[in-house]
């Protein structure tokens, strides 16, 4: 029997590049927003229910992960190696697919979310003139950079290689034979190893933390809407 060479090699989030690009895709939206919005981008800023913004935007970073699951599932992933955390507390939400996954599976999953609560309300914001919508598309833009970092690495390697994901939601692994790039922009590579280590977590993890962030966040809302 052929001995395989295939590895899993490890990759890593770099959260410092992660920020600076989040920084620039948010000046760069900003900036293409106020040649293409018909009103006055800032004044719709400033009469914005900032809380509310917010509390929308943590809702749909739940929408987000629920639309990784879906695409995971959709293009061959098993529902029950689909886990889901949150710990707001730390502004971390997260889908994990623990299982290996087909590249057209991952490039879809990165994009699904991208495109449905962020490029589409987008541009349904901008043709009709709806400026809460329009700000938070483009939180979700803005909030999908590492999806994108991740898209344009993986969509630069062979269509055979593997694609997967463990225990850390900043982390993720690519399973091939062939000779791939290390040094991906944003990306730090860790090590290379025959397996992966996966440790057996709940299906749905939420922090302590996560709980009492959105009961103050809630709270604040509303007290924001009544004053």
């Given at each position: 029997?052929?001995?395989?060479?295939?590895?899993?090699?490890?990759?890593?989030?770099n959260v410092g590049k992660l920020n600076i690009i989040c920084i620039v895709l948010f000046?760069?939206?900003?900036?293409?927003?106020?040649?293409?919005?018909?009103?006055?981008?800032?004044?719709?800023?400033?009469?914005?229910?900032?809380?509310?913004?917010?509390?929308?935007?943590?809702?749909?970073?739940?929408?987000?992960?629920?639309?990784?699951?879906?695409?995971?599932?959709?293009?061959?992933?098993e529902f029950k190696k689909i886990v889901y955390g949150a710990y707001l507390e730390k502004g971390v939400?997260?889908?994990?697919?623990?299982?290996?996954?087909?590249?057209?599976?991952?490039?879809?999953?990165?994009?699904?979310?991208?495109?449905?609560?962020?490029?589409?309300?987008?541009?349904?914001?901008?043709?009709?003139?709806?400026?809460?919508?329009?700000?938070?598309?483009?939180?979700?833009?803005?909030?999908?950079?590492?999806?994108?970092?991740?898209?344009?690495?993986?969509?630069?390697?062979?269509?055979?290689?593997?694609?997967?994901?463990?225990?850390?939601?900043?982390?993720?692994?690519?399973?091939?034979?062939?000779?791939?790039?290390?040094?991906?922009?944003?990306?730090?590579?860790?090590?290379?190893?025959?397996?992966?280590?996966?440790?057996?977590?709940?299906?749905?993890?939420?922090?302590?933390?996560?709980?009492?962030?959105?009961?103050?966040?809630?709270?604040?809302?509303?007290?924001?809407?009544?004053?």
């Amino acid at each position: 029997m052929e001995k395989s060479n295939k590895k899993y090699h490890i990759f890593e989030i770099n959260v410092g590049k992660l920020n600076i690009i989040c920084i620039v895709l948010f000046i760069l939206l900003v900036v293409l927003t106020s040649f293409l919005y018909k009103g006055d981008l800032a004044l719709e800023f400033y009469k914005v229910n900032l809380m509310l913004l917010i509390l929308a935007n943590v809702v749909m970073m739940l929408v987000h992960e629920l639309l990784h699951s879906l695409a995971y599932k959709l293009y061959g992933g098993e529902f029950k190696k689909i886990v889901y955390g949150a710990y707001l507390e730390k502004g971390v939400l997260y889908c994990l697919c623990k299982q290996n996954i087909t590249r057209k599976n991952i490039l879809n999953a990165l994009m699904f979310p991208l495109f449905y609560i962020g490029i589409i309300p987008y541009i349904i914001a901008i043709i009709f003139n709806l400026p809460f919508l329009l700000f938070l598309a483009i939180m979700n833009i803005v909030g999908a950079t590492g999806d994108i970092m991740m898209f344009i690495y993986i969509i630069s390697l062979p269509k055979d290689i593997e694609f997967s994901e463990f225990d850390n939601p900043i982390r993720f692994a690519i399973y091939t034979d062939k000779k791939i790039n290390y040094r991906p922009f944003g990306l730090d590579y860790i090590e290379s190893s025959k397996s992966l280590s996966r440790k057996d977590i709940k299906k749905v993890t939420i922090s302590k933390g996560s709980y009492i962030a959105l009961i103050v966040l809630i709270l604040l809302t509303v007290l924001s809407i009544i004053l």
